[in-house]
């Protein structure tokens, strides 16, 4: 989905920039003869420049930019060092990607979760049976919240250290 600015704009994903930072567009809109940034840079001399997508091997596709011709991969993939060719991302490297198991799979990945916890959003696991318990110490004690119903209590007090 192309999108309103530049912040997360990558080449190497397929996306390409616009100069004046407006948007960002897929790489279909490149090169098209049709202007869709605001100051016309995704139609730009390196449209006709050499060298170009049509002179570079690609595994998946290419997308021509001010700074040549760069190969992109589909979701899932990310560009191998020969710079042409796709190899899988392993997803589940990315921290916070699952709440508690994650299983790589070619070009994707899968969340699931313990016994006692059901999968919520996709990739967060919320308990079944009990309410969320927050435990956390003072100099003399520790005390205990419920998180959904906001209760506060002692769990162990008048210690030495904590």
Same mark, same amino acid.
């Given at each position: 989905q192309e999108r309103n600015s530049t912040d997360a704009c990558d080449?190497?994903?397929?996306? !390409?920039? %616009?100069?004046?930072?407006?948007?960002?567009?897929?790489?279909?809109?490149?090169?098209?003869k049709i202007p869709q940034c605001v100051d016309g840079s995704d139609e730009g001399s390196f449209c006709s420049s050499s060298p170009s997508c049509s002179s570079t091997t690609c595994s998946h596709r290419c997308i021509n930019?001010?700074?040549?011709?760069? %190969?992109?991969?589909?979701?899932?993939y990310q560009v191998a060092a020969d710079k042409s060719s796709c190899v899988d991302i392993d997803e589940c490297?990315?921290?916070?990607?699952?709440?508690?198991?994650?299983?790589?799979?070619?070009?994707?990945?899968? %969340?699931? %979760?313990?016994?006692?916890?059901t999968m919520q959003n996709s990739s967060s696991c919320?308990?079944?049976?009990?309410?969320?318990?927050? !435990?956390f110490s003072t100099k003399s004690e520790v005390r205990g919240l419920k998180v959904n119903s906001m209760d506060y209590f002692p769990v162990a007090t008048n210690l030495p250290y904590v």
């Amino acid at each position: 989905q192309e999108r309103n600015s530049t912040d997360a704009c990558d080449v190497d994903q397929g996306w !390409f920039p %616009c100069q004046d930072g407006s948007r960002c567009l897929q790489a279909d809109h490149v090169c098209d003869k049709i202007p869709q940034c605001v100051d016309g840079s995704d139609e730009g001399s390196f449209c006709s420049s050499s060298p170009s997508c049509s002179s570079t091997t690609c595994s998946h596709r290419c997308i021509n930019s001010p700074s040549g011709p760069t %190969c992109y991969c589909q979701p899932g993939y990310q560009v191998a060092a020969d710079k042409s060719s796709c190899v899988d991302i392993d997803e589940c490297q990315v921290f916070g990607t699952c709440s508690q198991i994650c299983q790589n799979t070619v070009g994707s990945f899968s %969340c699931s %979760c313990r016994e006692g916890y059901t999968m919520q959003n996709s990739s967060s696991c919320v308990a079944t049976m009990g309410e969320p318990l927050l !435990f956390f110490s003072t100099k003399s004690e520790v005390r205990g919240l419920k998180v959904n119903s906001m209760d506060y209590f002692p769990v162990a007090t008048n210690l030495p250290y904590v």
